[in-house]
């Protein structure tokens, strides 16, 4: 009795296995809580669409008079400006007298700007810290370029600004009086320059007026924060986080890489009665000893404070996403695919940018051909030249990560390193030549590939000669052991699915000898209760 329920319950547990190699998943690699910050799409009902055109014809004309107004007003102090704070003083800090004029001047010209524009009101909590106290000021989120907002409230601080951004009309004017930093993004040097000027003026002891940095370096839509760059960190002084926040109804100033224009935003901001603003200083952060010396780690932990005060999560997106989204846009790709949070996985995986673009262009080949830029059991056996089978089942299913059929760019990429690379050793290479080179001549003829493909994956009319084809470049009908060794490099997958057909070959041996082990001991149980039955009987006769 105790037997057969040993082997009926050694069979009911293979059948509720959902895979045969379940696979223990890093939590630290799972999806983000917000898959895509850096998208945006205002959502207009029938009644904003009558304000608007109301607006448009009402209010919008009265709102650009006044802003071409102050834009005449700005264009003399804009020139005095710039002959008090040349862009070139660089080496000192301009008099405090000229500081402080420029900095009267540009408050109220910004304060005038804003306020036409229909920013009527802004709000201030806390008190900003002086510049002895916190040399830099660290903004998020960064979601539009109405976040210059804070510089007036922030006294006009110096920012950290593209070098492009100085040449362009009247603005690049005005920015000169701040005595920014200015990032050169054609020069190679640019950005160890950068950190030098940071690092010197914030270690100037309040000599150089505070620097105001949005450490995200690019726009979000303020769902969430993403990683920090450590440009603000690197200098290792107490730094003062600020948090801004739109409190509005329809909101028409998130700025993201997939959303509305600027000219768009802009239109709709001002056929806004009025757009509301929120900036908070949260109390200086002063970093340990261990903060100082890893800028990444104090970022982190900044970005935790303001991530909390802010109650939105955190996800290790970057600007270098941004670029993959672009890329895979370029690909036929939908935008969102290049998204893979690149700060944990180029940490995490080791990989460079150059690296994840070049794997872009691998997925976005397979990926192509369906629909949302993800790839299916169809696309990946196309991919691999091969039919669906149980291994190439499996190989996918350890690339799918989240179990929802599909495996996307993020998934792909952590597969290929993480599955696949491993799998693709010297030995694995020249046991996998050995068993195709059937005759031991060194070589693997079409027949010999074809004749193992068949037997290994039960497809009888099996055709690999495409497969082939890619593996024996120079057309010569047979491969040798580097051509092999150069595709299988090039190509890890493979090296995946082998190994993933040796374990499960090795597993079926198993579960064999198990069911025969089984077998025995239900057999031996069963004689053994006849004898027990006969021992009975006997016993009862002699009675």
Known sequence: MSASCVV??????????????PMPRQHSLFQPPILNPFIYHIELSVTDKLKIALA?????????????????????FAFLGRMCCPLCTTEEPVPNWKRHVSRVVLKSLGRAFFFCVGFMQIKVKGKKAEATEAPILVVAPHSTFFDAVVNIVAEIPSV?????????????????????????????????????????????????????????????????????????????????????????????????????????????????????????????????????????????????????ALDVPITDHTFEDCRLMISAGELTLPMEAGLVEFTKISKKLNLKWD????????????????????????????????????????????????GDGTIDFREYVIGLVVLCSPANTEETIQFAFKLFD??????????????????????????????????????????????????????????KLFTTYLELQRYKALQTKDDDEDLETFKRAQSSSLSDDNLSSSDKKAD
């Open 438 to 495: 059937l005759d031991e001549d060194g070589y693997i003829t079409e027949e010999e590939f074809s004749a193992l493909l068949r037997s290994a994956l039960g497809v009888h009319d099996l055709d690999v000669s495409r497969l082939f084809s890619d593996i024996d470049l120079n057309d010569s009908g047979k491969i040798s052991y580097e051509v092999f060794r150069e595709f299988a490099l090039l190509h890890p997958e493979y090296a």
């Open 355 to 402: 690296n994840v673009r070049k794997q872009l262009d691998s997925f976005a080949a397979i990926a192509n051909g369906s629909k949302g830029g993800r790839i299916g059991i169809e696309e990946f056996a196309e991919h691999l030249k091969l039919p669906i089978t149980p291994p190439l089942r499996e190989v996918f299913s350890l690339f799918d990560r989240n």
């Open 8 to 21: 009926s319950g050694g069979r009911s547990r293979s059948r509720t296995v959902g895979r045969v190699f």
């Open 160 to 308: 950290v600004s593209r070098a492009e951004n100085a040449d362009i009309p009247l603005f690049g004017l005005l920015l000169s009086c701040s005595q920014p930093v200015l990032v050169s993004r054609t020069e190679t040097n640019s950005r160890k320059k950068t950190v030098e000027e940071i690092t010197k003026r914030a270690q100037s002891g309040g000599k150089w007026p505070q620097l105001m940095i949005f450490p995200e370096g690019t726009c979000t839509n303020r769902t969430c924060l993403i990683t920090f760059k450590s440009g603000a960190f690197i200098p290792g002084v107490p730094v003062q986080p600020v948090l801004i926040r739109y409190r509005n109804r329809l909101d028409t100033v998130t700025w993201t890489w997939q959303g509305h224009s600027v000219a768009m935003l802009l239109f709709l901001t001002l056929c806004q009665p009025c757009t509301n603003v929120e900036i908070e200083f949260l109390p200086v952060y002063v970093p340990n000893e261990e903060e100082k010396c890893d800028p990444p780690l104090y970022g982190a932990r900044v970005r935790g404070v303001m991530a909390l």
């Open 56 to 76: 448009s014809i009402t209010l919008v004309p009265l709102r650009l008079l006044c802003i071409f107004f102050v834009v005449l007003v700005a264009w003399p």
